[in-house]
């Protein structure tokens, strides 16, 4: 035991400076594979000498190994030990966890591990998120914890605070799964709040996101795809060029009745619809789609009443609720007012006979709202335009991009190929 006390003085003494932290890691590092592993069971109360703070490479390398015990774990699961890697998540020095990243990433998964075991996922949702923006070089970055994350929020149905990691603009990403996951979890939290434009922005990015071979998380994700634009859209869009050509070939063979369900749902018919729904409810409720498939069947009325203001311009509630198949004209009603008060058609209803009236968009984008929304978007967009042209650039002088277009095209590079890119990268 003397030489990981010994260790613990050298992390009370060399956890100020960055060069006392670069001798450190080192010690660290040499220490790893033997003291440590070998007396992990007595590092815990260690840690009580140490500050989750001041002297977070340390505590990180003593608690990692720790954890990395499947008997340390079972002996101390829940209480005392989650609140200490909580507690360290919260209060860790992000510049001295990011020098050993994994270690970091490895407490962070048994965290969420031991949550998940004891049915309690909302404890480890702030630990994470605070660990996420710790190990982030930018919030632009992406990283493992991302999906680690948005998993506890989904189980703990705490959908808005994933909406803290979810608003950001990514541009960096470590590993192609870590994105696909993002966006496959990204997509339903935002199912869960029922921003289904915000869901599709998401589960389009992992369908069309390039890719040599399907995975099942593309699979999963173009389910939802699909059920999501019949909801928000009426229809599902065709695949853009810019989708990989595996995805365009493969996808829909590996979701038929998805692709069965959209023919269904342009039929228009919504006795056709719960029919086909009822005959494969087995299937839907086994993918755990089947409260996504009710959505899009109740979402069958909406289009259809909106396919009525193309052709009407006054309707009764009578004639709506026989055109759509609904029971009552007071459902139709119903229908009429959900759909007046989110903006999805604009109309009037006349109480005393029962007649709907319905109008053009009354906005006029003269308001000094609307300018603003306007210039804001302008002033976006902008701003990405100009981080895609750096993006571009850099890319553009990437040594492995170059070299694999050469190999691409079947011959070596000459100075002709370098005209394109900037001379500032010289």
Do not use: W
Not at 91 to 109: H, M, T
Not at 206 to 225: F, G, H, R
Not at 273 to 283: D, P, V
Not at 416 to 422: C, L, T
Request: glycine fraction near 4%.
């Amino acid at each position: 035991m003397e030489s990981v006390e010994t260790l613990v003085a050298h992390i009370q003494a060399l956890s100020g400076s960055p060069e006392d932290l670069a001798q450190l890691h080192g010690l660290l590092k040499q220490a790893d594979s033997e003291a440590l592993r070998a007396h992990s069971a007595a590092l815990l109360p260690l840690l009580s000498q140490l500050h989750p703070g001041a002297h977070s490479l340390g505590y990180l390398f003593l608690l990692d190994a720790f954890l990395s015990a499947p008997a340390n774990l079972k002996a101390h699961a829940g209480g005392d030990l989650l609140a200490t890697v909580a507690d360290f998540l919260i209060s860790c020095s992000a510049e001295q966890i990011r020098l050993s990243p994994d270690k970091f990433v490895n407490v962070c998964k048994v965290l969420k591990s031991e949550v998940m075991q004891l049915n309690a996922p909302i404890r480890g949702i702030a630990p994470l998120r605070a660990a996420v923006r710790k190990i982030q070089a930018s919030s632009e970055h992406l990283t493992s914890l991302h999906a680690e994350y948005l998993t506890l929020c989904l189980l703990a149905k705490q959908y808005k605070a994933g909406l803290s990691v979810l608003e950001d603009d990514i541009f960096e990403v470590d590993q192609p799964k870590d994105l696909f996951l993002y966006c496959y979890y990204g997509g339903m939290i935002y199912i869960g709040l029922k921003k289904f434009r915000k869901a599709l922005e998401l589960l389009h990015n992992a369908v069309t996101a390039p890719m040599s071979s399907l995975n099942a998380i593309t699979i999963e994700a173009y389910k939802k795809y699909v059920l999501v634009s019949l909801i928000q859209n009426g229809q599902v869009p065709s695949f853009p060029k810019y989708a990989s050509s595996t995805a365009q070939r493969n996808l829909k063979n590996h979701a038929q009745i998805y692709v069965d369900l959209s023919t269904c749902y342009g039929n228009g018919s919504y006795s056709e619809l719960e029919t086909f729904i009822q005959s494969n409810t087995e299937k839907f409720q086994t993918d755990n789609n089947l409260g996504l498939v009710k959505q899009v069947l109740s979402s069958m009325y909406k289009r259809n009443i909106q396919r009525l203001t193309q052709t009407y311009l006054t309707l009764s509630l009578e004639d709506i609720a026989s055109s759509v198949q609904l029971n009552t004209p007071k459902e139709a009603e119903m229908h009429v007012l959900r759909m007046i008060e989110d903006g999805e058609i604009h109309a009037t209803i006349n109480q005393k006979d029962g007649m709907v009236s319905f109008h053009e968009d009354p906005e006029q984008y003269k308001s000094s709202e609307m300018v603003e929304h306007i210039d804001s978007s302008i002033q976006r967009l902008m701003a990405l335009s100009k981080k895609l042209t750096s993006i571009d650039e850099n890319i553009s002088c990437d040594h492995a991009f170059l070299m694999k277009s050469g190999r691409e095209r079947g011959r070596g590079f000459d100075y002709d190929d370098f005209d394109s890119v900037p001379h500032k990268y010289f």
